[in-house]
């Protein structure tokens, strides 16, 4: 009996159909060599079958574009009105101020007319005293000033 080695792989066979290198022990008779079944096999598929996510990147960038178009678009129009009430402020105040000067030249009318009627009131027993005369010595015209009480309106 033989005794068996234990090894880590097996021992080739004693007699075997083929030397490995595709002709038979003597070199007689047909070559062994592996071949496709009939028909062939079948494909082998390596590709990755992913679905597309999102949009390319051509489609991105053009949307990018138009997004960044249209912001430009909206800011220079809110430019635009922007200046144009800034004009239209300008002008209304332009024509009004006619108007606000005569008001304001009415109302100082009424209040030195009433300061007047005041001043004749309380000086009336001084006999040197001229009721309007300026207290500048000077010609020229000083607006006078107005006293301003808390509640007035202005």
């Not at 009433?114 to 300026?134: A, I, Q």
């Not at 015209?141 to 009480?149: G, I, L, Q």
């Amino acid at each position: 009996a033989r005794k068996k080695k234990n090894m880590a792989f097996a021992p080739p066979p004693a007699n075997p159909a083929h030397d490995g290198m595709g002709s038979t022990p003597l070199g007689n008779g047909p070559v062994l060599q592996d071949r496709p079944r009939p028909g062939g096999f079948p494909e082998i598929r390596y590709k990755r079958n992913l679905p597309a996510k999102g949009p390319p990147g051509a489609v991105i960038f053009l949307g990018a574009i138009g997004v960044m178009s249209a912001g430009m678009y909206l800011v220079i129009q809110g430019r635009n009105k922007r200046r144009n009430l800034f004009q239209e402020k300008i002008s209304s105040r332009a024509a009004l101020q006619p108007f606000l000067e005569a008001e304001n030249d009415r109302r100082m009318v009424k209040e030195t007319y009433e300061k007047y009627l005041n001043e004749k009131e309380l000086m009336k027993d001084v006999p040197s005293f001229e009721v309007g005369k300026s207290v500048y010595n000077a010609d020229i015209y000083v607006p006078p000033v107005r006293n301003v009480v808390l509640g007035d309106t202005v």
